[in-house]
């Protein structure tokens, strides 16, 4: 049987590494390694070409059977977006202090082999590429500028900051490209360190430009109104949703929520408030780790101890997904999050966890969810599973397709399944998991709120600042209220919904349609509904969009 959808979308991985080998290095294909793309405006003109002609191949093409029509769909539908979004003048504009294409230069070097001679000339070479790849970036900011594309003043300030951050300009992480060479061998260690420094400047010299040049043309505003904010939320999805109805959504899950924890932290303190049980776990001293070192241990054995117990059990995990790497980030910018395995698993899955300057405790209360988030049940197991499917996904499904509300609502659902399957029964773990959950149900509130301009309704479940109009003060003042985070992440998280709309929201709503699908099968089954089955059968569709989604899964 010929396959053309699954052949020309496998051309198109091929292509696209070739003209970004940043996104080759991330999903493991080989020979890009001393390269960086052309982010000037041609190079951006040669990538939108791609999507645009792929996009009109594929569209052309009649599947083979029902597996190639999920995939055709799947791959209109995001590649379509990714068009999308050129069109808007989003792509090449946009920048966050989460999402750039400065921060993807940077990320790179993370996931770059060390073990030998030919690993580190990749990385040599690839550092002596920067100030190119960085002087086209700065030529394509200022045209979009010019042309009015601009981010937040916000967002480029504190780009900025960051920039600084990453070439020991200030904070206490130090030069990140000297700190990276450090260890490269002896005899190669002289050229690694002078290309070091030279893109250590390179990046320097891009946040001169950013507070120059870009601070001050920035939007004064950080909502970027519905029209942009629907189209970020269909990318982010894959879904068109009621944001007024989300809106709703979130104060009636928060609240929810909140009743939770404060049953929970009386479960800690009896008669105590949730600030007592929160105060008493920060004072345990075997739930500090002590160091980032530490932290890193024990999210190691954490993950270890978790997939040892879940295979064969809850999920049948294949040999190559059995390795998952827990690593601290060298970078002090907050955040966590996780990276696929090659396509030969020769770079295993990997965690990693970031903490800000400030961060002064190391609490496996708070983050045991995480563990679970990024790791098993979560993103480890649904894209380390499907890169092992090469026997039902084709290869742009396993190594390129992503959507964040299918991605990041399986990993909130992996946090609600361990909570079902007990792994929750420490209360204070339990606490810190409710704590995210109210967390992220709190952001779904705040990123449409600030993005649509609306009010905050006058009947809320907390009584807190009825009718007010939302801003990015009232966005902190409110996640302050309703999270245990230190204020310095904290911080960084605002900071990201106000300059990454519509993406904080694709956690719960995604967890919203993973739970109702689930709810769905069981009644369609009743006593024969397999839980692992379900599990198996929904990871092995690969990503789609929610829509998509909950038809396939209406399938089951």
């Not at 990997?350 to 800000?356: D, L, Q, R, V």
């Not at 098993?376 to 039902?392: E, K, M, S």
Request: hydrophobic share 40%; aromatic share 8%; proline share 4%.
């Amino acid at each position: 049987m010929t396959r053309l959808v699954d052949a020309r979308t496998d051309r198109y991985v091929e292509e696209l590494a070739a003209l970004d080998p940043l996104t080759a290095t991330q999903i493991g294909v080989p020979g890009h390694e001393h390269a960086l793309p052309d982010l000037s405006p041609d190079g951006f003109d040669a990538r939108d070409e791609l999507h645009r002609r792929a996009l009109a191949d594929v569209r052309a093409l009649t599947p083979a059977d029902e597996r190639e029509a999920v995939a055709r769909e799947a791959f209109l539908e995001r590649v379509g977006l990714v068009v999308e979004r050129t069109d808007a003048g989003v792509d090449r504009s946009e920048m966050s202090v989460i999402s750039s294409h400065a921060h993807a230069v940077r990320e790179v070097f993370d996931v770059m082999p060390t073990g030998t001679a030919e690993d580190w000339e990749a990385i040599g070479a690839r550092l002596a590429a920067v100030p190119d790849a960085l002087a086209g970036l700065e030529r394509t900011l200022r045209e979009e500028a010019a042309a009015g594309r601009v981010s937040a003043r916000r967002q480029y300030v504190e780009v900025a900051r960051q920039l600084r951050g990453w070439t020991g300009q200030e904070g206490r992480a130090g030069d990140y490209f000297a700190t990276l060479v450090a260890d490269g061998p002896d005899a190669q260690r002289p050229a690694l360190e002078r290309a070091a420094a030279r893109a250590s400047e390179a990046f320097a010299a891009l946040g001169r430009t950013i507070e120059t040049e870009l601070v001050p043309r920035g939007r004064e505003v950080d909502g970027v109104g519905r029209d942009a904010y629907a189209l970020a939320s269909r990318y982010f999805l894959g879904a068109t949703v009621d944001l007024e109805e989300a809106y709703a959504w979130g104060w009636e899950e928060l609240a929810r929520i909140d009743a939770d924890q404060r049953a929970t932290a009386r479960r800690i303190v009896p008669g105590g408030s949730l600030e007592d049980a929160v105060a008493a776990l920060d004072a345990d001293p075997a739930r500090d780790c002590g160091s980032r070192e530490a932290f890193q241990d024990w999210m190691q054995q954490r993950s270890d101890e978790i997939l040892a117990s879940f295979d064969g059990v809850h999920f049948d995990i294949a040999e190559p997904l059995r390795t998952l790497r827990c690593r601290v980030a060298p970078t002090h910018d907050g955040g966590a999050w996780y990276v696929p395995p090659s396509d030969d698993f020769s770079r295993p899955g990997t965690m990693w966890f970031s903490f800000t300057d400030d961060h002064e405790r190391y609490s496996t209360w708070r983050e045991t969810t995480t563990v679970f988030h990024e790791g098993v049940p979560g993103h480890h197991l649904q894209c380390a599973q499907a890169v092992h499917r090469a026997d039902l996904l084709n290869r742009w499904q396993r190594l390129l397709c992503w959507v964040s509300g299918h991605g990041e609502g399986w990993a909130l659902y992996a946090e609600r399944l361990m909570d079902d399957l007990g792994y929750f029964e420490d209360a204070g773990d339990r606490l810190g998991f409710l704590d995210m959950q109210g967390f992220r149900a709190a952001r779904v509130i705040v990123d449409i709120g600030v993005h649509l301009g609306l009010e905050v309704p006058r009947d809320n479940p907390f009584g807190w600042r009825p009718g007010e109009r939302w801003d990015a003060d009232l966005a902190l003042e409110f996640m302050r209220a309703h999270s245990r985070m230190d204020d310095g992440s904290l911080r960084f998280e605002v900071n990201r919904y106000l300059g990454w709309p519509g993406q904080a929201p694709s956690y719960k709503l995604g967890e919203r349609i993973w739970l109702g699908a689930r709810d769905a099968a069981r009644a369609r089954h009743g006593a024969a509904f397999d839980l692992k089955a379900f599990h198996t059968a929904a990871l092995d569709l690969g990503a789609l969009g929610l829509d998509p989604l909950t038809d396939a899964l209406a399938r089951l």
